[in-house]
T-cell receptor, first 115, second 116 residues
Framework: NAGVMQNPRHLVRRRGQEARLRCSPMKGHSHVYWYRQLPEEGLKFMVYLQKENIIDESGMPKERFSAEFPKEGPSILRIQQVVRGDSAAYFC?????????????FGSGTRLTVV | AQTVTQSQPEMSVQEAETVTLSCTYDTSENNYYLFWYKQPPSRQMILVIRQEAYKQQNATENRFSVNFQKAAKSFSLKISDSQLGDTAMYFCAFMKHTGANSKLTFGKGITLSVRP
């Protein structure tokens, strides 16, 4: 079992470009969570998705950010027209249905740098 | 809303010694879960230990144990026989008991250094 796979591990974008971050959950996991970690901060919740459904997006910025988890393929976190303040580490985690309260499995994160 | 506070930004411990990392939280919920996660330089978030709020018994996992004081809303992590591989950031986290899946609220973390 390969665990939660995130790619790319590092991503550099110029201001105004789009960033697409990918997350493949653990095999058998149908719940995906995205978190953002700013320097010297803990992780902040962004969005919780199940296959083809957004369950909780209360932590997502209202503009420029979107997430999806299609029936086939990885979950995608998309940031349009990136700004310097978007520079952070973005973590994906997954769990099975009914097991989230046992602790998710996290990926190694994508570090986004906006120049 | 829930908040998690880790007031110590960093700590240092001698190898083989014991260290305790502090965490307090604020919530109006009665049922919830508490976690400690470890983040080594590789950046991978690793679950260390988990506590269910309705259980009075403190959780233990090998060299890791917690002191859970529900009334005081305190959840400290004790690491016994510290090893060099324990050097990492440690995050305390809270999860409401709203069905089986919910979001985590993290503290700001503490940097632990284990000295040889």
């Amino acid at each position: 079992n390969a665990g939660v796979m995130q790619n790319p591990r590092h991503l550099v974008r110029r201001r105004g470009q789009e960033a697409r971050l990918r997350c493949s959950p653990m095999k058998g996991h149908s719940h995906v969570y995205w978190y953002r970690q700013l320097p010297e901060e803990g992780l902040k919740f962004m969005v919780y998705l199940q296959k083809e459904n957004i369950i909780d997006e209360s932590g997502m910025p209202k503009e420029r950010f979107s997430a999806e988890f299609p029936k086939e393929g990885p979950s995608i976190l998309r940031i349009q027209q990136v700004v310097r303040g978007d520079s952070a580490a973005y973590f994906c985690a997954s769990s099975t249905a009914g097991r989230g309260n046992y602790g998710y499995t996290f990926g190694s994160g994508t570090r986004l740098t906006v120049v | 809303a829930q908040t998690v506070t880790q007031s110590q930004p960093e700590m240092s411990v001698q190898e083989a010694e014991t260290v305790t990392l502090s965490c307090t939280y604020d919530t109006s919920e009665n049922n919830y879960y508490l976690f400690w996660y470890k983040q080594p330089p590789s950046r991978q978030m690793i679950l260390v230990i988990r506590q269910e709020a309705y259980k009075q018994q403190n959780a233990t996992e090998n060299r890791f144990s917690v002191n859970f004081q529900k009334a005081a809303k305190s959840f400290s992590l004790k690491i016994s026989d510290s090893q060099l591989g324990d050097t990492a950031m440690y995050f305390c986290a809270f999860m409401k008991h709203t069905g089986a899946n919910s979001k985590l609220t993290f503290g700001k973390g503490i940097t632990l250094s284990v000295r040889p």
